[in-house]
């Protein structure tokens, strides 16, 4: 159904490779032969004196060549080291006809991206002939451009670069928007201007385009022809900021509310995706109209949220007046700080900066209660050590100010710049290391080695005064780990670059980025932090009170210092945005006074979304996240409603046995109660609260079904809930059926389920089909949110979000990974692939043309059905390869069922995959033999109330609905559909499940019942473990038998129950 097209070889070119200052020109399709002379070391015989099939692509500094072939390396061939481009004529021996072919005679030759692995350049400074033939161009295509930018490469490199500059400029400004890209020809082009794409270290050059509904960017050069305009609607903004670039106001900031192709560009390399675009402009003007057009045409379609990050507006002091009240995180505080202030994940020289909060990297445990564990957070990092503060006293006495233009400072060095945050990510990003060390890594013992050796280097190096980034404080842990592929090299002591070391206290990666998120939200933190914001943000960043607090950085860093558009020297311009850019810039400064401090610890941290938002591809905006968290938060502080906000403390042995690694669990170290309650709370209850508020201000309401309202429903016995004296908390009900009997048991013995959703659950699977049998759980609620507990293990797999609107089913396909590929049935039409595996959503196929509401699969057969009252039966690829982005195209099902006239509410199909039975709104029932060409093979019309929900039963012989009029019924497969069995529970009932010859049905008032149809005699104690309906049960099934029952429902939680036969 779905393709991934993997059989297309990846393109390793990116403008990564280009040099600093360089622009891309053009690229051909093209044959190369390298130099016959044996001095090429660096090439491998089976290809030296072959012809390489590839692109040839021209910038403005370098030739490239990029082989088809991954294990040839791509060649790069700087213009300054080009001695003569010339075409030649017809070369027998070189095989080479026609006016293709021409020669490069070079002196330096460097190889990048073999086998597309991120290693250090290789350099061959011996001169050699290359040989080209264009395959499909004529020659004076390339030479006429090639040989003009050898003559400008010639050139000393301030003239260079200024020449290049403006050519590419005036290439840029002469670019049209192709207006067949449109993906309506109707639309009209509201603004139409040159701009540029900005991520790391990469500046993307192109055409933005706003029409009444959509956003276009059509980049300059489609370097891997494969998207050539990028677009997203209007309505899946949700801010926009105007930003700095290299201290000049002429960016903007567009905040997504899911990840799209926009913000997919800033996660290549290894970055995560913050869920926005950046984008830069020729002038402030420019900037500025397309962000008045966009806010003005944003105006009713999307939420408040937009204004948290309005300079105008009183959003600042709303929420430092939550935060205060202990109502927001350290971190989200912080982190809102840094966007307020203009960082972004975009630009590597305004990387939001994050404190170093703690100073004890020795301990073999850490001590969240001890004052000495901390980090003195009134001081900047450059002010720790006294004998290196003098020195940088006595330096700062020794400078010149004549003029007060170039004004003295303490530290030459900034506390973020983006040298700084890639020593920080070197692991993760290596290519944006490369490229800002011009192909190399740095020296190996310069290199983020241990975590207590960079805290030593902060304290002791007069170079390094740098503080941390928001990775420290959430997951993942990547950048600590060392990919297979990725060689740093040995530092002098003979130790080769690989893990970070970390602290004695921390037992892994997770760990250690857990207790550092642990301290940066105790109390002592919490009870400094204003004066390290006070440093970074406010009132001690500029002027008398910075120069008291040991706080004066180099004039370049800070805003206003230097206006560049007086600059008229186009020479002396250029020289200072280079230097900008290398120094770092200060965050804009937000307060004037002291900052004031926290009245109110937060007990509720919010890590586990935060992890999740980082973690897992789909998820969701991370900056999204954080503003809607930010606006509820505070919207509920001012509002007094926090009660929500708080968990529930008789829950929190489970939230610990769930929500945090084994790890932490059981190394509390010297921590008090007090911190361990805070720990145990950084827990999975709050990780769709984003999500929600993404529901309910960006989303229109689907259409759902009916569902009656709960009726009174008549007191039952207090002895029907009795619980077990037992020490795992055994629930009865005790099956005393004629088969086996059984019982259920709590999986944990805290009396509350699993509040693991913040928004309804729909959805709920148990499963041991997965390479290590463990049992897992599958659950989806109606925020989007898919989660995968190891339910053996005690932990969190996967979350994910597939979506903004609500995942209504969920069905496991056969996967050749370790897990099976998880289908969701979702209220946007489609079906949504999702690999726990790999974290990422595989892709999405429109099934239908309303919700799907139920969703199904047996035997490679998906069978769906929707509201739009058809059930549609598809065939599945095995294993993860087909299951890929296809853009929302319908695909053509193996058949469609259309005999029902009111909306499918429910389904289930036979092991074979042939057998299929459906229920609807309007109490129908039809079984359908899919091989009939869409005939039923019975229809019946007996049901009282729809059929909200039905099972077979094991033997293939029986079908079991339950309806809303509280009944539940057994028909008879081979018979017509004829009712075997029936018995009102004299409630609705919303879901079923069935357990050898007893059906188990939850309903609306929250009650899980059974019934045995064939033993009216049986008793049966029902459960009523939850306080809304239930809304989907799942049995987890071992060796062919039923092993444990989950419980979904509309109060967020989850219960779940092991199956007991020693009887």
């Given at each position: 159904m779905w393709s991934d097209g993997s059989a297309r070889?990846?393109?390793?070119?990116?403008?990564?490779?280009?040099?600093?200052?360089?622009?891309?020109?053009?690229?051909?399709?093209?044959?190369?032969?390298?130099?016959s002379a044996p001095r090429l070391r660096l090439h491998s015989s089976s290809w030296q004196q072959n012809w390489i099939k590839g692109r040839l692509r021209l910038c403005s500094k370098s030739i490239f060549f990029e082989p088809d072939a991954a294990s040839i390396p791509i060649l790069m061939l700087p213009l300054n080291k080009v001695s003569r481009i010339e075409q030649l004529a017809d070369r027998p021996?070189?095989?080479?006809?026609?006016?293709?072919?021409?020669?490069?005679?070079?002196?330096?030759?460097?190889?990048?991206?073999?086998?597309?692995?991120?290693?250090?350049?290789?350099?061959?400074?011996?001169?050699?002939?290359?040989?080209?033939?264009?395959?499909?161009?004529?020659?004076?295509?390339?030479?006429?451009?090639?040989?003009?930018?050898?003559?400008?490469?010639?050139?000393?490199?301030?003239?260079?670069?200024?020449?290049?500059?403006?050519?590419?400029?005036?290439?840029?400004?002469?670019?049209?928007?192709?207006?067949?890209?449109?993906?309506?020809?109707?639309?009209?082009?509201?603004?139409?201007?040159?701009?540029?794409?900005?991520?790391?270290?990469?500046?993307?050059?192109?055409?933005?385009?706003?029409?009444?509904?959509r956003l276009y960017f059509q980049p300059l050069h489609n370097l891997n022809n494969d998207t050539p305009v990028r677009s997203q609607k209007l309505s899946f903004i949700i801010a926009v900021a105007k930003r700095r670039h290299s201290l000049q106001h002429i960016g903007l900031e567009i905040f997504f509310k899911d990840v799209n192709m926009f913000t997919r560009q800033t996660s290549v390399g290894g970055f995560v995706d913050g869920g926005t675009a950046f984008f830069t402009f020729l002038s402030v003007q420019d900037r500025d109209d397309a962000r008045d057009l966009l806010v003005d045409k944003l105006k009713g379609q999307t939420s408040s949220i937009g204004s948290l990050l309005d300079k105008g507006s009183s959003w600042l002091d709303r929420v430092t007046a939550a935060w205060q009240a202990g109502h927001i995180s350290n971190y989200d505080y912080l982190m809102y700080l840094n966007l307020f202030a203009g960082r972004t994940r975009c630009d590597l020289a305004q990387w939001p900066v994050m404190p170093w909060v703690l100073k004890d990297y020795e301990s073999t445990t850490l001590n969240l209660k001890d004052p000495a564990s901390f980090r003195d957070l009134s001081k900047?990092?450059?002010?720790?050590?006294?004998?290196?503060?003098?020195?940088?006293?006595?330096?700062?006495?020794?400078?010149?100010?004549?003029?007060?233009?170039?004004?003295?400072?303490l530290y030459g060095t900034h506390y973020s710049a983006p040298g700084y945050v890639l020593y920080w990510l070197v692991r993760v990003a290596p290519a944006h290391m490369l490229r800002l060390q011009n192909g190399r890594f740095d020296t190996p013992d310069r290199l983020f080695f241990s975590i207590a050796e960079s805290w030593q280097s902060v304290l002791t190096n007069h170079a390094d005064v740098k503080e941390l980034i928001p990775e420290f404080y959430g997951l993942p842990s990547g950048f600590l780990v060392t990919r297979n592929d990725v060689n740093l090299g040995v530092r002098q002591n003979g130790v080769p670059v690989g893990d970070v070391t970390l602290p004695p206290w921390a037992k892994d990666p997770d760990d250690f980025l857990i207790k550092n998120r642990r301290a940066l939200e105790c109390k002592h933190v919490s009870m400094n932090i204003q004066e390290w914001i006070d440093l970074i943000f406010g009132y001690k960043q500029r002027g008398e009170a910075a120069l008291a607090a040991d706080n004066v950085f180099h004039y370049l860093t800070y805003e206003g210092a230097v206006d560049l558009d007086k600059i008229e020297d186009p020479f002396e311009r250029m020289s200072f945005e280079a230097q900008i850019n290398e120094f770092g810039q200060a965050p804009q400064q937000l307060f004037t006074g002291p900052h004031p401090s926290r009245s109110a610890v937060e007990t509720s941290a919010d890590f586990e979304e935060h992890r999740q938002a980082m973690v897992e591809s789909g998820t969701g905006s991370l900056c999204a996240a954080i503003l809607s968290r930010i606006m509820s938060k505070t919207a509920a502080f001012e509002a007094g409603t926090t009660e929500e906000m708080r968990v529930d403390e008789a829950a929190l042995s489970h939230t610990i046995s769930v929500g945090i690694p084994e790890s932490v669990k059981q190394d509390s170290g010297s921590d008090t109660e007090e911190d361990d309650i805070l720990s145990a709370k950084i827990e999975f209850k709050r990780e769709a609260e984003a999500s929600t508020f993404h529901q309910s201000a960006w989303s229109s309401t689907p259409r759902t079904p009916a569902w009656l309202p709960t009726p009174h429903t008549p007191q039952l016995d207090a002895n029907l809930f009795r619980r077990s004296k037992s020490p795992n908390f055994m629930l009865s009900p005790r099956m005393e059926c004629r088969e086996q009997p059984w019982t259920l048991k709590k999986l944990t013995d805290s009396q509350q389920p699993w509040k693991v959703h913040r928004e309804p659950i729909n959805a709920v699977l148990v499963s041991d089909d997965n390479a290590s049998e463990s049992s897992t759980l599958y659950s989806a609620s109606k925020d989007g949110l898919i989660k995968v507990y190891s339910l053996s293990e005690g932990f969190q797999v996967r979350a994910t979000k597939l979506g903004n609107l609500p995942i209504s089913s969920l069905a496991l396909a056969t996967s050749n990974d370790a897990y099976p590929t998880v289908l969701a049935g979702s209220y946007d039409n489609c079906v949504y692939a999702y690999s726990v595996d790999y974290g990422r959503s595989l892709g999405k196929v429109r099934v239908h043309d309303d919700s799907v509401s139920c969703l199904r699969v047996s035997n490679s057969k998906m069978v769906t059905g929707s509201w739009d009252a058809t059930v549609k039966v598809w065939t599945l690829d095995e294993g993860r390869g087909g299951w890929v982005h296809n853009s929302g195209a319908s695909n053509t099902p193996e058949i469609e069922l259309t005999e029902h006239e009111a909306g499918i509410w429910s389904l289930d199909v036979d092991s074979t995959g042939v057998v299929v039975a459906s229920g609807a709104e309007d109490g129908t029932v039809i079984l359908w033999d899919i091989r009939s060409n869409g005939i039923p093979i019975w229809t019946s019309n007996d049901l009282a109330g729809s059929a909200s929900s039905m099972r077979m039963s094991g033997d293939g012989h029986k079908l079991i609905v339950v309806s809303t009029s509280g009944f539940i019924y057994a028909m008879e497969l081979r018979r017509g559909g004829s009712i075997l069995s029936q018995k009102n529970c004299e409630t609705p009932l919303r879901s079923c499940e069935v357990i050898g010859d007893v059906a188990l049905a939850g309903s609306f008032s929250g009650e899980l019942l059974f019934w045995s149809w064939d033993n009216d005699a049986a008793t049966f104690q029902n459960l009523r473990n939850h306080s809304e309906a239930v809304t989907s049960i799942g049995v987890g099934r071992r060796h062919g038998m039923a092993a444990s029952v989950a419980t979904a429902s509309e109060d967020c939680t989850i219960q779940v129950y092991s199956i007991d036969r020693s009887m």
């Open positions: 070889a990846a393109r390793r070119f990116s403008y990564l490779l280009l040099q600093d200052g360089e622009h891309y020109i053009q690229d051909w399709i093209a044959t190369c032969k390298p130099p021996e070189l095989e080479m006809k026609g006016n293709r072919g021409f020669m490069v005679e070079v002196s330096l030759l460097v190889t990048m991206k073999k086998n597309g692995v991120d290693a250090a350049y290789e350099f061959d400074k011996s001169e050699g002939t290359w040989w080209f033939i264009l395959d499909f161009a004529p020659v004076q295509q390339f030479l006429h451009q090639a040989q003009s930018l050898l003559s400008v490469n010639s050139l000393p490199p301030p003239e260079r670069d200024m020449i290049l500059r403006n050519t590419a400029a005036q290439k840029e400004a002469q670019a049209h928007f192709d207006i067949s890209r449109l993906e309506d020809y109707s639309e009209e082009i509201l603004f139409n201007f040159p701009a540029a794409q900005v991520t790391p270290l990469v500046r993307e050059p192109g055409r933005l385009v706003f029409t009444p509904n900047p990092i450059g002010a720790l050590n006294p004998s290196r503060l003098a020195i940088f006293h006595e330096r700062f006495q020794q400078m010149p100010c004549k003029d007060g233009s170039h004004p003295p400072f």
